[in-house]
């Protein structure tokens, strides 16, 4: 697995799987019904920001997203979004976009990175996040309103680096 800058080439391929996920609405805050041009202004980030992919073989597994979290004298702190093509999970994609994530903040100078709404119910998530040093530092009760659960916490996640 290769992980590299994103290319407009790439859209493509990355949009079919942010669609169906934005769409389910069980792990991202962006409009279910999201269109394509509106994704593609969520997704593909100009500097200071950083859009990357994680191909094989000519195919995008996965895509991640990682800018600062605030501006002015809150742009220390860093953040990041991960999307996994589903018929690539469980195939270590996601971790390793988080840890270039990591790798990327910290070569940016970056003190450390910041999830702001993590879905309380998305416990592999959660999971990855806790191994690689996050904690949840606060959750928003009943932040997210779940397609089948209802509403459920958001986690905000930290970690110094």
Request: some cysteine.
């Amino acid at each position: 697995m290769l992980i590299r800058d994103v290319t407009p080439d790439d859209w493509p391929l990355i949009w079919p799987f942010l669609h169906r996920i934005c769409a389910e609405g069980e792990t991202f805050s962006y409009p279910t019904d999201m269109a394509e041009e509106q994704g593609r202004a969520y997704w593909l980030l100009d500097a200071p920001g950083r859009t990357v992919v994680a191909v094989e073989g000519g195919a995008v597994l996965g895509t991640a997203k990682m800018n600062p979290n605030q501006m002015g004298n809150a742009a220390h702190v860093s953040s990041a979004s991960f999307m996994v093509d589903p018929a690539h999970s469980g195939q270590g994609v996601g971790r390793a976009l988080c840890a270039e994530a990591l790798r990327w903040a910290g070569e940016q100078g970056y003190r450390g990175m910041q999830f702001n709404a993590v879905v309380a119910s998305n416990t592999p998530a959660v999971r990855l996040y806790t191994s690689l040093g996050f904690r949840v530092i606060g959750t928003v009760p009943e932040g997210f309103r779940h397609p089948r659960l209802g509403y459920v916490g958001l986690h905000i996640m930290y970690r110094e680096l």
